[in-house]
């Protein structure tokens, strides 16, 4: 059966009208809804980039490892987080945001021997869902199978968008798309599980899923939050000229990860005061690449440890790489003195490694000095925690 596409345009133009944008992966099949979706106007306010790995080893390079199958549901899922992450790094607003993967085998040139079949999944902040149809072989030539997987993409970005998806698929009544669902209550959840790479939780309580931020961070354990860290906050506040926001990770370079009931512990104390951003990175070139532009608050005590190779496998040439790439990020430092022994040390008692001093502001004593610390303030509770 020959098939001419028809352009669903009262669909696309309904994803167009939404707030949701796009980075649209295909491989296989699904070039019509590349078509589709330029083809009407407003692609701009959806289509982010798209991309089409068609190549082996381009697929490999996109996801960042080879799949055991090239077409299946877990390489579309693994193909829509990649085209996710890509998204988060090309929108410029805070828009949400979707990674939409379709890999599939459908008729071509010669005879295949296996299933013809399409696998599309949809990568967002709140979930995961995957569209999965076995074509009834023969029955279509190759623009009637790209025709229907392409429909299928429609399909998971109008789903993502909150768009009615009213495309007739013209299945024959031996076929059935197979769907599935991971949707997770809210973004402290998703992170939790690595599904997302971080979260704001607003002073309000309202969260967003892997949501950008630029500012100032004062990262911590917040085990508990005490006035020293309220009035570093203030201080840096004034300082910056910017918001700042605290962060938690709920992973430990040297201690086991947080609990979720430990997580949502240490945010409610945050409740009313100000926003903290939850991320699943306990060191800083790390975080550098989640949160880029923004200036860390940390104490001279966590200055000396970014310093030292011990903590980067006892190389130095791994910490200087380190320093650079949060520098690439465009990532500075401004640091609080702290007391050490009888001593108050400062930014200017310890050696900053050369061509890099311009990454680091010391705040002067006279601006800021707490010697509160969250150990001492736990084992006055009688917590070990």
Known sequence: MT????????????????????????????????????????ASR?????????????????????????????TAAAMAKAAYRRALQL???????????????????????????????AWSGSGLSTYNLTFVKGLRDRAGEDEIA???????????????????????SSEC??????????????????????????????????????????????????DGHEALIDTATRILGEPVAFELSVANADKPPLQEDEVRRRVAQFAGKTDIVLTRVPVFYKKADLLPGCTFIIGVDTAVRLFDPRYYDDSKSRMLLALEQM???????????????????????????????????????????SDLSSTLIRQGRGNSK
């Open 3 to 42: 098939t001419k596409h028809e352009t669903p345009t009262p669909l696309v133009q309904r994803i167009h009208d939404s707030d949701t944008m796009a980075v649209v992966s295909v491989a296989g099949a699904g070039t019509a809804a590349v078509t589709w979706l330029l083809g009407v106007a407003g």
């Open 46 to 74: 959806t289509v982010l980039e798209i991309l089409i790995p068609y190549a082996s080893t381009s697929l490999i390079d996109f996801v960042g490892s080879e799949p055991s199958q090239f077409v299946s549901e877990e």
């Open 91 to 121: 929108r410029e607003t805070t828009a949400p945001v979707v990674g939409i993967a379709c890999t599939a085998t459908i008729a071509t040139d010669r005879t295949k021997r296996g299933d013809h079949r399409c696998h599309i999944a």
């Open 150 to 172: 392409s429909k299928l993409v429609l399909r998971a970005i109008a789903e993502c968008a909150k768009v009615k998806f009213d495309s007739d698929l013209r299945l024959d």
């Open 177 to 226: 798309v197979q769907t599935g669902t991971m949707h997770y209550t809210d973004p402290i959840e998703a992170l939790m599980t690595g599904h997302i790479e971080k979260a704001v939780v607003e002073s309000g309580g309202s969260m967003r899923a892997d949501s950008p931020f630029i500012g100032g961070i004062l990262s911590g354990s917040f085990n508990p939050l005490h």
């Open 327 to 369: 520098r690439q990020q465009d990532c500075r430092f401004l640091v609080a003195g702290r007391m050490d022994g009888d001593t108050f040390q400062t930014l200017s008692d310890i050696r900053i490694p050369d061509g890099f001093h311009s990454m680091f502001t010391a705040i002067p004593e006279s601006a800021f000095r």
